[in-house]
């Protein structure tokens, strides 16, 4: 049973490009969040897709966009890339109707480097 | 608002034990996670407690919550090389799988000596 699945792994981009991130999650489950990690900090919450529609944001910018398909899987969009945008992004897959109890499953991340 | 705080690292001796503190500011926080992140991972979760909670021991892990403090602590037993780790902690006010988000502290970097 595959965990948390994310591609690519690593990117590089300049400056304005765009790029997209994919996800799929663990099977079972149906929702999925996307976290960005700068360099020696914290994850940050993007936002999270259940059926099909963002249902939270974090502080991130307009740039910043997502969709879930009804697999589940879901992608990262973001235009008109940053240098500030470079960072470690991290996919997490649950069950909506499960627990905290439930473990939470992070997928190895898509390192993307904008330059 | 919604801020965690972890001191940064924290060096120890195998078979000693470690203690990892973190401080949160929202008193509604509900769920508190501890994540481990190895070199090049992703995070994987390590244990929970609920706020109604003051401890919660998991074999070598023991989570103490004083929420009159909003401190959280998590402490390893018989700490190993394998140990090795950046840990953070997480707060969620609602359950992260029924729509809550988790804010995350700044991680601590765990160097564990043979």
């Known amino acids: 049973d595959a965990g948390v699945t994310q591609s690519p792994t690593h990117l590089i981009k300049t400056r304005g490009q765009q790029v997209t991130l994919r996800c799929s999650p663990k099977s079972g489950h149906d929702t999925v969040s996307w976290y960005q990690q700068a360099l020696g900090q914290g994850p940050q919450f993007i936002f999270q897709?259940?059926?099909?529609?963002?249902?939270q944001r974090g502080n991130f910018p307009d740039r910043f966009s997502g969709h879930q398909f009804p697999n589940y899987s879901s992608e990262l969009n973001v235009n008109a890339l940053l240098l500030g945008d470079s960072a470690l992004y991290l996919c997490?897959?649950?069950?909506?109707?499960?627990?905290?109890?439930?473990?939470?499953?992070f997928g190895p991340g898509t390192r993307l480097t904008v330059l | 608002g919604e801020d965690v705080e972890q001191s940064l690292f924290l060096s120890v001796r195998e078979g000693d034990s470690s203690v990892i503190n973190c401080t949160y500011t929202d008193s509604s926080s509900t769920y508190l996670y501890w994540y481990k992140q190895e070199p090049g991972a992703g995070l994987q979760l390590l244990t929970y407690?609920?706020?109604?909670?003051d401890m919660k021991q998991d074999q070598r892990l023991t989570v103490l919550l004083n929420k009159k403090d909003k401190h959280l602590s998590l402490r390893i037993a018989d700490t190993q090389t394998g140990d090795s780790a950046i840990y953070f902690c997480a707060e969620s006010i609602t359950p992260y799988n029924q729509g809550g988000k988790l804010i995350f502290g700044q991680g601590t970097e765990l160097s564990v000596k043979p």
């Open positions: 997490a897959s649950s069950w909506d109707r499960g627990s905290a109890s439930d473990t939470q499953y």
């Open positions: 407690i609920f706020s109604n909670m």
């Open positions: 897709y259940y059926e099909e529609e963002e249902r």
